[in-house]
């Protein structure tokens, strides 16, 4: 339940329109929902101001399915990440409008009109990826802070390797409010793009590189060790997060 959405409620006892035992029957599961297999935190999106996001990673099709009606009957949208294209074809069985962004591995469910599109003159987030390779890791972060309803701009395969591929963009990096950096190997972009700008940067190690990458242990090492002020190190393939992350500080920003 939202904000808006517990504000008509309220108002709607006030005015007489609701009465006090509806009222009751609507807020009776607000803290939680209890489904013998999961706990519905439907008080989240009053604490954090966005709805609980569905997990798909070890759950079932048929408990992602159950969770995603339980959720979409009190929210006009639902996340569900990493998904596979088997739980999204039973998803979008029960919900036809459901949304699959591939490289992202997400799920968007939408029950009602949302809040209007960012403009193109919003600030914005900017998702960097060091390679092509990183892009599946990079585009759930991307895709996650658009879904939370912050304007993303991507600048993708311009890591260490070839550094006047991200030169040739400097002010794209100078201009976003926040970046976000997604990068295997040895991680060495999000020191790189924290030396030349002075917004928050989020540092995503991937777990893509070759056997002494230690799948995201040696990037993780690298970024958590980076001595460009200003980097902040999600854990290794966390789009989510840092995509999460991203979101909050660009509208908390508008907020002073």
């Known amino acids: 339940m939202s ?11 006030h005015s007489g329109a609701v009465e006090v035992e509806a009222a009751l029957a609507m807020l009776r599961d607000l803290p939680y929902e209890e489904l013998g297999f999961a706990k519905l935190d439907h008080h989240r999106a009053l604490r954090q101001g966005v709805p609980e996001v569905v997990f798909c990673l070890g759950k079932t099709t048929e408990q992602v399915v159950a969770i995603v009606e339980k959720l979409a009957a009190r929210n006009r949208r639902v996340m569900a990440t990493r998904a596979s294209p088997e739980v999204f074809a039973a998803v979008k069985d029960a919900f036809p409008s459901a949304k699959y962004y591939q490289p ?66 400097r002010q794209v990096l100078f201009e976003a409010r926040v970046n976000v950096v997604v990068a295997g190997m040895e991680g060495a972009l999000a020191s790189v793009v924290g030396g030349l700008v002075a917004n928050p940067v989020i540092a995503v190690p991937t777990s893509v590189g070759y056997g002494a990458s230690f799948e995201g242990l040696a990037a993780l090492l690298t970024m958590l060790n980076s001595c460009a002020p200003g980097v902040a190190v999600v854990n290794i393939d966390n789009g989510f997060g840092a995509g999460y992350l991203a979101h909050i500080i660009n509208k908390l920003s508008d907020k002073g």
Do not use: F, N, Q, W
């Open 3 to 13: 904000v808006d959405s517990l504000r008509e409620i309220l108002k709607g006892v």
């Open 104 to 169: 992202a591995r997400i799920i968007a469910v939408e029950t009602g009109e949302g809040p209007p599109a960012p403009g193109e003159d919003e600030p914005y987030v900017l998702v960097v990826s060091a390679g092509t390779s990183d892009m599946p890791v990079a585009e759930e972060a991307a895709v996650t802070a658009e879904l939370l309803g912050s304007r993303v701009e991507r600048l993708y395969d311009v890591g260490v390797a070839g550094l006047h591929r991200l030169l040739d963009h």
